[in-house]
């Protein structure tokens, strides 16, 4: 397969999960970029996502690399489901703050992969980095053709 064809793949698989992603239209997060392997995640902090020390809830940030992870590992179109991941917060997420995660893969042998996301603020500063591990469900498209 030559790369335009994994594109456009990795494109559809954005608009079909995106179709059904409720979770991501709640917290008004967008999927801004795709590739093979790779893509981003944008989310605005706002008031009803900060926590009782005003900050964003980790679990928030958490949601949006994990959604991150889920499309990159999704993008070849084949079912792949989160087997694990572990995030560490290394700044607060503040109000108003744009919160973008990117996702690139590791690794990817057999069911398996690994993926790592980095998240920034609009600044470029680092608020959280997280490593997710995938399993796929071969033979299983991740969106209806």
């Known amino acids: 397969m030559d790369t335009h064809d994994a594109q456009r793949i990795a494109e559809h698989v954005r608009t079909g999960m995106f179709a059904n992603d409720r979770a991501l239209k709640a917290l008004g997060m967008a999927v801004t970029e795709i590739a093979p392997g790779r893509a981003s995640v944008t989310m605005a ?38 087997s694990g991941f ?27 992969g690994v993926y790592d996301v980095e998240v920034t603020n609009q600044r470029g500063e680092r608020i959280a980095v997280f490593r997710g591990r995938s399993y796929t469900a071969k033979g299983r498209p991740a969106v209806p053709r």
Do not use: Q, W
Not at 45 to 67: F, K, P, Q, Y
Not at 89 to 98: C, E, I, K, S, T
């Open 45 to 82: 902090v706002r008031e009803d996502m900060l926590n009782g020390h005003d900050i964003c809830h980790g679990g928030l940030i958490s949601t949006l690399a994990d959604s991150a992870f889920a499309y990159a590992c999704n993008s070849y179109d084949e079912l792949t489901v989160a």
């Open 86 to 112: 572990a995030v560490d917060f290394v700044a607060p997420g503040r109000l108003g703050d744009l919160l973008t995660a990117r996702c690139v893969e590791v690794s990817k042998a057999g069911r398996t």
